[in-house]
């Protein structure tokens, strides 16, 4: 109930840019699923821009039209959602797919 009220909170005044963090974290699936649909009809019906940060690849799926991925600080990859599984990109690729190997470590300090 939070996540509706703050999505309603958010485009109340109507914005021409709405930004999300994580909007389904400590959702569970069904949840989830609920507030990336609110998102996605409201902010049609609203016309607006949104930037969302998210690790939730479900709702990137859901909600995004284009998608960049950030990896310590610089744009790794930018491409249209439908791409993001066949991106070509390393990085995209073991955190879309939830790899432990690959280019980024799961160490502190390395790579």
Do not use: C
């Not at 009809?41 to 998210?54: F, N, P, Q, W």
């Not at 939730?56 to 310590?72: E, W």
């Amino acid at each position: 109930m939070q996540k509706r009220v703050g999505l309603a909170r958010a485009i109340a005044a109507k914005p021409e840019i709405v930004f999300f963090d994580e909007p389904t974290t400590g959702l569970d699936p069904i949840m989830a699923d609920v507030i990336n649909a609110l998102i996605v009809e409201r902010v049609r019906d609203l016309g607006a821009t949104t930037l969302s940060i998210t690790h939730d690849m479900g709702s990137v799926r859901k909600i995004a039209d284009r998608v960049a991925m950030l990896h310590q600080g610089e744009i790794v990859w930018d491409g249209p959602r439908a791409q993001i599984d066949a991106s070509g990109n390393a990085y995209v690729d073991q955190f879309v797919h939830g790899k432990a190997e690959g280019p980024i470590s799961t160490l502190t300090g390395r790579r």
